[in-house]
Nanobody, 115 residues
Framework: QVPLVESGGGLVQPGGSLRLSCAAP???????????MAWYRQAPGEQRELVAR???????IYADSVTGRFTISRDNSRKKVYLQMNSLKPEDTAVYYC??????WGQGTQVTVSS
């Protein structure tokens, strides 16, 4: 399977912002709008956890730890999903993964929040 491709990670100071992007592979272009998309993250020594999910009708859910700070969105015409992260905290440091329909994963993008 060709993976999803994440981008936009990096090093940011506490209180800063980042916007992650996830591009779907061509193989799922025709079904992308019918897929539930999500962002997960995994910190060192921790289990992978759901950060945010956006359904086909654009309803969203968020982990309690990011509610009010992160926003997930999708652009079906561009076959992309985004995660806008504001007011970042050191505990947000992790590798962030994009997921499609609980089936496809990306390679991950590192987000480090540190002064």
């Amino acid at each position: 399977q060709v993976p999803l491709v994440e981008s936009g990670g990096g090093l940011v100071q506490p209180g800063g912002s980042l916007r992650l992007s996830c591009a779907a592979p061509r193989s799922i272009f025709s079904v992308f709008s019918g897929y539930v998309m999500a962002w997960y993250r995994q910190a060192p020594g921790e289990q992978r956890e759901l950060v945010a999910r956006i359904d086909t009708d654009r309803r969203t859910i968020y982990a309690d730890s990011v509610t009010g700070r992160f926003t997930i969105s999708r652009d079906n015409s561009r076959k992309k999903v985004y995660l806008q992260m504001n007011s970042l905290k050191p505990e947000d440091t992790a590798v962030y993964y994009c997921n499609a329909q609980n089936s496809y994963w990306g390679q991950g993008t590192q987000v480090t929040v540190s002064s």
